[in-house]
């Protein structure tokens, strides 16, 4: 009866006009991104950060949250149609996608995909009101040491999902530490690492820094790129997929959504490694698996559930924690720290309007998704054909007037452009940014909670392996930071090592 009640309440939030407005234009915006090669949910979330400063905290959030899970679904599109991912987690829908769009069944196969992450994002909120109430329940009795320690798994797990060179993702977290404590000591109200510039008294603004390293950064790295666009023009037809098709993919659309939710609660994983995942699973239970990779309607459908009902599981450590899984909700983080709302295990309580509005703007979410993805195909493959010369200079624009209307300061331009450059080179040698923005938000937590921790044990650091759930994390830390050093370990990374922040 009280989730009832606060569904009722949620809906009462998310139906405000203003926020079904922010709601709609998330969406949208999210379904673009995914489109669009080469921008991605990251880019687009970074940009528009700005934007939600003008409006009330459940307005900005409910924008924000929307691009995110649209872009899941936008992404499929330009799997399926051009065979080029719009984002991350769409590279795996390439693969059985664009091979039905070759063979005439564009139609189904998007079809499915749309139909599939409804009901992945559907379940995924279903899971999200039952499980988040209790788990913040359990929160309550972390204490600071738990807390970090928790911060300190979650870097660690990030980094060893990063691709490429862990010591490289290490590094980048602790060059995000470091940037995390730029400003005024939160204790002793000292300036650290300031220089002399007022400018960084405050500290190093989120919105600069992942604009340069995933806005700017983007479009030096994707002018070298030379992307091949095959795109399907043959008339798309019967979107719905008949009887056939449903009876293959109700299997893999249940395995796939109940795999992703799991996969997006764990700090890391998100929507990349469930499609992954997902894809591995049908390939490996099917009784004809060499149809995989040939136009299989089940490797799509399992992938776009998985990576959508990943998206919604995300949220859960997020809203009932504080802290973020994966660089995408980090992002998310910073937007509810500007806002001045902490998210946690005491956010229900507090800010309950907030935290049911949220959830329930995603399901309206997902039902005006549904809505732009199935009737408006044609305009997305129209889209599809704008030149990158003139989207990628719009874009650079876009990130100097929005940088600079968050905080009217020129000189977060400079560190834009800053990052953007770093960030470019950051690509070009192997270096990922995901671990160093997630660091860079999580670190002044990290170290807030850290120094309480050893204040209230009077110095005793054996307070982190005295507390069992501190203990079991950083135990867990250890174990995946000396786990690459064995042969056989460091195989298996490097299997399922996959770019997150792309």
């Known amino acids: 009866m009280d989730t009832l009640v606060n569904v009722m309440q949620g809906l009462g939030v998310a139906l405000q006009p203003i926020n079904l407005l922010y709601c709609f234009i998330g969406v949208f915006i999210g379904t673009l ?16 950060l700005p934007v939600t400063l003008s409006g009330t905290p459940e307005s900005g959030i409910i924008m924000m ?55 992945a994002g559907t379940f995924s909120l279903v899971a999200l009101m039952l ?28 980094t060893f999902l990063t691709q490429g060179s862990m010591a490289k993702a290490l590094l980048m977290a602790c060059v995000g530490i470091v940037l995390g404590l730029i400003g005024l000591d939160s204790i002793t109200a000292m300036p650290r690492l300031t220089f002399g510039r007022l400018e960084l008294i405050d500290g190093i603004g989120l919105v600069p820094v992942v604009m340069g390293l995933f806005g700017v950064a983007e ?10 666009r095959d795109i399907i023009n043959a008339k798309i037809t019967q979107l719905l997929p008949n009887k056939a098709d449903w009876k293959a993919s109700a299997g893999p659309i249940g ?32 009784k004809t698996p060499e149809r995989f990779g040939h136009g299989a ?3 799509v459908a399992g992938p776009e559930a998985a990576n959508n009902a990943a998206a919604g599981g995300a949220f859960i450590p997020l809203m009932t924690l504080g802290i973020p899984p994966n660089v995408v909700m980090a992002l998310l983080l910073g937007a509810f720290v500007i806002h001045g709302v902490q998210p946690g ?55 100097i007037i929005g940088v600079y209307c968050s905080s009217n300061n020129v000189f977060d331009i400079y560190v834009m452009v800053g990052f953007g450059i770093a960030g470019y080179f950051m690509r070009k ?25 050893l204040i209230l044990s009077q110095g005793d650091v054996t307070t982190f392996v005295q507390r069992p759930i501190s203990a079991v994390c950083l135990a867990l830390a250890l174990l995946l930071l000396l786990g690459p050093l064995l042969p056989s370990f460091r195989k298996k990374r490097e299997m399922v090592a996959l770019d997150e922040g792309a």
């Open 33 to 48: 991104v995914g489109v669009l090669p080469g921008i991605g949910p990251i880019s687009a979330m970074s940009l528009l």
């Open 65 to 119: 949250a929307g691009i995110y899970y649209g872009s899941m679904y936008g992404g499929s599109t330009t799997s399926i149609l051009v065979n080029i991912p719009g984002e991350a987690a769409s590279v795996v829908t390439c693969i059985d996608g664009h091979q039905m769009a070759k063979k005439g069944r564009a139609g189904p196969a998007l079809g499915i995909s749309a139909l599939g992450s409804f009901i």
């Open 131 to 158: 499980v988040a109430p209790s788990l913040a329940n359990v929160a309550i009795a972390f204490g600071p040491a738990e807390y970090a320690s928790l911060m300190v798994l979650g870097l660690v797990v990030l």
């Open 219 to 228: 479009v030096l790295f994707n002018t070298e790129q030379a992307i091949k």
């Open 255 to 286: 395995r796939g959504t109940v795999l992703g939710f799991l996969l997006g609660i764990l700090p890391g994983g998100g929507a990349v490694v469930a499609s992954f995942a997902s894809y591995a699973l049908e390939k490996r239970i099917s």
């Open 297 to 299: 309607i089940e490797g």
């Open 345 to 399: 295990p005491l956010m229900i309580t507090q800010n309950p309007g907030l935290f049911w509005g949220i959830i329930a703007s995603m399901y309206i979410g997902n039902v005006m998704l549904l809505v732009l993805n199935l009737p408006l195909i044609g305009m997305w493959v129209q889209l599809l054909k704008l030149p990158y010369n003139v989207l990628f200079p719009l874009i650079i624009l876009f990130t």
């Open 429 to 453: 040698f192997g270096y990922e940014p995901a671990p160093l923005v997630l660091a860079f938000v999580l670190g002044p937590l990290l170290e807030n909670n850290l120094r309480k921790a």
